[in-house]
């Protein structure tokens, strides 16, 4: 055998080397991005059992979310200021899971599952009330996002 022979197997050697490789890391960056989305999918669900703990577990925080939901008006001065911390606890929780999804972290079906959950904030007319008070608080692209879904919720109404 010449070298020519021996230097085109070692091509095909080192070819079919190299595309092993590439077939070992699109394995494992598809492992790596369904790791990423379980761990994503896992914090989401536990901030939301959070803040449905949070509220459940308190009466008096209960009745000021339920109350302050249907007339922001009618709350106390104290109990507007506890409204505006559920309120912003929750909105703050919606805008991780609105970057999670732009970055492709969050799969359609929780995202669809999480605007469904804020379309029916937003039909709250005392939710409403306390985000036309509230000074920008978001991103840019968070607060657009949200303008948009009043501007739907309104439509379904």
Not at 35 to 58: F, G, K, P
């Amino acid at each position: 055998m010449d070298f020519k022979a021996i230097g085109a197997v070692a091509e095909v050697i080192s070819a079919v080397g190299v595309i092993a490789s590439l077939v070992y890391l699109a394995i494992q960056v598809r492992q790596n991005t369904r790791a990423v989305r379980n761990s994503t999918h896992h914090t989401l669900t536990t901030t939301r059992l959070d803040y449905i703990a949070l509220v459940a577990e308190s009466p008096d925080l209960s009745r000021i979310l339920r109350v302050g939901s249907e007339d922001y008006a009618t709350l106390a001065e104290d109990e507007q200021h506890r409204f505006d911390l559920i309120m912003y606890y929750s909105f703050s929780a919606g805008e991780n899971f609105f970057y999670q999804y732009t970055q492709g972290a969050l799969d359609q079906e929780q995202w669809e599952r999480w605007c469904e959950t804020l379309r029916q904030y937003f039909t709250q007319q005392g939710i409403r009330e306390w985000f036309a008070s509230t000074p920008r608080r978001f991103s840019r692209s968070f607060s657009d996002f949200l303008e948009n879904e009043f501007k739907k919720a309104g439509q379904m109404q």
